[in-house]
């Protein structure tokens, strides 16, 4: 049996996710008014997740991508409880349970974000941006639920690909940042190539930051030309 991230089948197809209910997971399709739903068709809107280990680039990349479309960016880091930065400034590893509520944090940050509301004037953005590491595959199907509850939400996954001594590098150099270099290991150990995944664009950060750059924002509008 195909996991959710294999099928080759639209975004928005039915998926059954126990680890919270529906009223949680779907976003709020109604124009505001009485809760009518609009008969104006809804324009595609677009979650790109920036996935990868700590020190890939996710932030970065994230926010030229912010940039580049006009969209929201949500940084995965400001979504996990202290509790969770705490272990991981120790060296601790994060377990299964302690990510499922980060998840669905940022997943439901994600749905407000392109749902109408005063903050965006009901006047929704065209998509949003989210880093998140994503490790593994049923990590990534969690946010998948996110698109599950509109055929007008996309999702897509862009996997930043890095070996890991440059990671290593990197981390090192981060000294403020509570992800330490000895957590990329455990990272590595956990991480689950999204390969096979149809939705995911996968890119090789290896080269300077300007030709990561072009290439995510190429792979990006080449992607969105494919709704047009």
Not at 5 to 30: N, Y
Not at 180 to 209: C, F, N, R, Y
């Amino acid at each position: 049996m195909l996991s959710a991230g294999e099928r080759p089948q639209p975004p928005h197809a039915s998926i059954v996710d126990s680890t919270v209910s529906k009223a949680r997971i779907m976003p709020d399709l109604t124009n505001g008014t009485n809760g009518v739903t609009s008969s104006k068709p809804a324009q595609m809107q677009h979650i790109w997740v920036v996935t990868g280990p700590a020190g890939c680039g996710k932030s970065t990349v994230g926010n030229v991508l912010r940039t580049e479309l006009g969209v929201p960016f949500l940084e995965g880091d400001d979504y996990h409880p202290a509790a969770n930065k705490d272990k991981m400034g120790q060296g601790i590893p994060l377990t299964d349970e302690d990510r499922w509520d980060w998840l669905i944090s940022l997943r439901q940050a994600a749905i407000d974000a392109l749902s109408p509301s005063e903050a965006n004037n009901f006047h929704p953005p065209a998509g949003v941006v989210v880093a998140c590491s994503a490790l593994k595959q049923k990590y990534r199907d969690v946010m998948r639920v996110a698109a599950y509850g509109s055929s007008s939400v996309q999702i897509h996954f862009v996997y930043l690909k890095l070996g890991e001594e440059v990671l290593m590098q990197r981390v090192t150099q981060r000294e403020s940042h509570y992800m330490k270099s000895g957590m990329v290991h455990s990272q590595l150990a956990a991480l689950e190539e999204p390969k096979g995944e149809w939705d995911v664009i996968t890119i090789s950060v290896e080269g300077t930051m300007e030709e990561v750059q072009r290439n995510v924002i190429d792979a990006v509008v080449e992607k969105l030309a494919e709704y047009k």
